[in-house]
């Protein structure tokens, strides 16, 4: 199983982005994917997910302007980001967890780079 992202990149601040993962690989089924994200001298910190029945959680951080979805096929999900600010920018990394009772994501995604400057 790999995830496979995309999206990602330069915006100014208040600009709008959106990052794509996309499942590929057999899966049987998961709990939950998500995003973390890492800006340079920091931890790797978690900011949104959404289980496999749609239910969506964010950090305070991202509420109110990032929103997660997932397609009915429950293979991609979709971190749709706006009014960006220079403290979203980081490394955000797809995840999914198999298990409701998994503590760390059983798959990573590569990483995409997003930078918010003016």
Do not use: H
């Not at 330069?10 to 089924?29: A, F, K, N, Y």
């Not at 995003?35 to 949104?48: F, H, I, S």
């Not at 990032?66 to 979203?88: A, C, G, H």
């Amino acid at each position: 199983v790999q995830l496979v992202e995309s999206g990602g990149g330069l915006v100014q601040p208040g600009e709008s982005l959106g990052l794509s993962c996309t499942v590929s690989g057999s899966l049987s089924g998961f709990y939950a994917m998500g995003w973390y994200r890492q800006a340079p001298g920091k931890q790797r910190d978690l900011v949104a997910w959404i289980t496999r029945v749609a239910s969506a959680n964010y950090t305070d951080s991202v509420k109110g302007r990032f929103t997660i979805t997932i397609n009915n096929d429950l293979d991609t999900v979709i971190l749709q980001m706006n009014s960006l600010k220079p403290e979203d920018t980081a490394v955000y990394y797809c995840f999914l967890n198999l298990q409701v009772s998994s503590t760390l994501p059983d798959f990573w995604g590569q990483g995409t780079k997003v930078t918010v400057s003016s």
